[in-house]
């Protein structure tokens, strides 16, 4: 045990580092058993097990961010093209339409695409949290982007027995508290 | 993919080649950099004397510069072709290949993008291709496919510029966390506070899943835009239904070539073998055979339309490519993207270190005679045989094609001494995890 961070008044920060990955399902699978729900699992790769047992299949929001980026980005490269054309109305051989849809779907999917792209990154990173500058100092931990899974609670309140009695018997290799 | 391979492995060879600089590559980058030289300074005579250093002769006024954009545009397909279509079809090998390929994209848009600007002359004034309105109050012609290509292009470089990065930070993560001082602050900085959070992980994964769907129509959307360029014009020789899917065959042809031409190399001087196989060149030189399959037909198919059409100025055209002043051209387009490339179709070539190198080298030779054969041929042989000519390249542009080579080759250089060139987490994800199961099942 060591003692690395500080005691706050809502319990001590808890880490368990993990080698194996059914050691640290096994690990969140005791802790929900036992009603525990406030920990963070970090890991190398993603594994779809940690999402399921996590998420329950519930699908990631960045999706309505793709969604309304290529609805407003095909209107407005639509809109763009058309209003351009109807300022400057030049004189069209063969009497073709000012607003022409065939041409204008060509930049009208290119601003889609590019849209649903940049709407979808800012949901990334607004749902990721990212930049994340101020993660807990327990889960910035090397061996998370190497080869070692973890189990990090900010806060034990007041189980904090408990919770590392569960990481221990579910086979984290370290568990630290402090 | 060895299943003996374990993660801190994967981190340890993967990592390996980073920022220690051999020989081979010092020699290599200086070589690059003299040939950017020579593009800088013959572009900077350009600039200083004006289009007029350059071969046109009228009306041939698309030459060197359009033909090498096509090509770069071309080049620039297959990464995203790797990284995006084979992540939806769960193909499996692009694995160890695709962050190089994507990074080759990204420096293919990046040279073809230089070459609107040195084509128009005046690079000062390229800012004009966007759409603002000019002090005339005069707006950008929506219906031009000049105006649908700026979009295209830059849509594509946009969008695979994310795409590359957002794949790169959980490995920017990983180089973050086994380097030190300065070096650690600005990978801290680029992994944006990446540690592999659950939450991170979950919208990670699915984010890269809408990038690849929104990157995939894009892959093959770009290259028939560039081909729009050509086949909206009504010039003999361009004004053809049959060019987008041509155009796109063309650029996965090249782009794959490009990529096997780039990774023999890295594979072998990075020891990467455990990662890279000579299964994955095979793979990628298939690739190559169905779309140079579907080019030789294309090339047939031009003729048969030209023939078909009864079209004398169409017909003309395609009877002067192959007799005319550029019948070395054409040759040299159908020796190397339909002749030599049918040595793949034995296994013991497409196996070859020897056999898949001097290959894609010679296609990507193809390639680029292709598009200056379609491009000049059919500009100097148009309409009115008054105005026939023969356009011959200048040393001016000759020495910026060779600039366009070093241009990418530069930041292809720099990019595998400071990034992964291989996916480490998505090589990890080959791997079958480390499980207490195995361990004690090995132990008894």
Same mark, same amino acid.
């Given at each position: ?178 | ?18 920022? #220690? ?6 020699? =290599? ?99 004009? =291709?966007? /759409? ?19 979009? !295209? ?14 794949? =790169?930070? %959980? ?16 990978? !801290? ?51 053809? #239904?049959?060019? /987008?899917?041509? *155009? ?23 020891? =990467? ?72 179709? *034995? ?5 070859? *270190? ?30 009115? /045989? ?25 930041? *292809? ?6 990034? %992964? ?12 995890? %480390? ?10």
């Amino acid at each position: 045990m060591s003692s690395s961070h500080a005691m706050g008044a809502s319990g001590a920060t808890v880490k368990a580092v993990y080698k194996h990955l059914d050691c640290l399902l096994q690990g969140i699978h005791d802790l929900q058993h036992a009603g525990l729900k406030d920990f963070t699992v970090l890991s190398p790769i993603p594994r779809h097990e940690i999402d399921e047992m996590l998420y329950k299949g519930e699908p990631s929001p960045v999706r309505w961010f793709t969604l309304a980026g290529g609805i407003l980005g095909g209107t407005m490269i639509f809109s763009l093209a058309s209003l351009t054309h109807a300022n400057w109305p030049m004189i069209i051989p063969g009497g073709k339409p000012l607003v022409s849809i065939p041409p204008f779907l060509v930049v009208t999917f290119e601003g889609t695409i590019l849209w649903a792209s940049m709407f979808t990154l800012t949901g990334l990173l607004k749902f990721c949290g990212l930049p994340a500058m101020n993660l807990h100092p327990a889960m910035k931990d090397p061996r998370f982007t190497n080869d070692c899974f973890g189990i990090v609670f900010e806060r034990s309140g007041n189980r904090l027995d408990e919770i590392v009695h569960i990481l221990e018997s579910s086979g984290a290799t370290e568990v630290t508290h402090g | 993919m060895s299943n003996k391979l374990t993660y801190a492995q994967v981190n340890r060879d993967i990592m390996r080649p980073l920022f #220690t600089p051999t020989m081979a590559w010092h020699g =290599l980058m200086a070589l690059a950099l003299l040939g950017l030289a020579i593009g800088g300074v013959c572009w900077g005579i350009q600039l200083v004397w004006g289009l007029g250093v350059a071969g046109y002769h009228p009306p041939v006024f698309w030459g060197v510069y359009i033909t090498t954009f096509v090509f770069w545009v071309g080049i620039g397909h297959a990464g995203t072709l790797i990284s995006a279509i084979l992540f939806l079809t769960r193909s499996r090998w692009r694995t160890g290949i695709y962050r190089a390929a994507e990074a080759m994209t990204i420096f293919a848009v990046m040279t073809a993008a230089l070459f609107p600007a040195i084509h128009v002359g005046r690079a000062w004034q390229a800012y004009w =291709l966007f /759409p603002y309105p000019n002090q005339r109050q005069l707006w950008q012609n929506f219906k031009s496919p000049l105006m649908w290509d700026v979009f !295209a292009v830059s849509t594509y470089f946009t969008v695979s510029t994310v795409f590359f990065f957002i794949g =790169l930070v %959980p490995d920017i993560a990983a180089v973050r966390d086994n380097t030190r001082g300065y070096t650690q602050k600005l990978y !801290a900085a680029m992994a944006l506070g990446w540690h592999g959070t659950d939450r991170q992980w979950r919208h990670y994964m699915a984010a890269y899943g809408f990038f690849a769907a929104l990157a995939t129509p894009l892959v093959l959307s770009v290259h028939s835009v560039v081909s729009w360029d050509f086949a909206m014009a009504d010039t003999p020789g361009w004004h053809s #239904t049959l060019f /987008p899917p041509y *155009f796109v065959a063309g650029a996965i042809f090249s782009g794959c070539a490009m990529v096997i031409t780039l990774m023999l190399p890295l594979q072998r001087v990075f020891k =990467l073998d455990a990662y890279i196989h000579i299964w994955h060149f095979e793979h990628l030189a298939k690739l190559c055979m169905f779309t140079g399959g579907i080019l030789t037909y294309s090339y047939g198919c031009e003729y048969f339309i030209a023939w078909y059409s009864d079209n004398p100025y169409e017909w003309g055209t395609f009877v002067d490519r192959v007799v005319g002043k550029y019948w070395w051209v054409f040759g040299t387009m159908v020796l190397c993207n339909c002749t030599i490339p049918l040595l793949w179709w *034995f296994k013991r070539v497409r196996t070859s *270190f020897a056999g898949l190198f001097i290959v894609s080298i010679v296609i990507n030779i193809g390639m680029w005679f292709e598009r200056y054969n379609i491009i000049a041929s059919s500009l100097a042989h148009s309409f009115d /045989p008054a105005a026939w000519v023969y356009y011959t390249p200048t040393y001016i542009e000759m020495g910026i094609l060779v600039g366009s080579f070093a241009w990418f080759f530069t930041w *292809f250089l720099l990019f595998v001494k400071i990034m %992964p060139s291989v996916a480490i987490a998505e090589i990890k994800e080959t791997l079958r995890p %480390p499980l207490k199961h195995d361990e004690e099942a090995a132990a008894k």
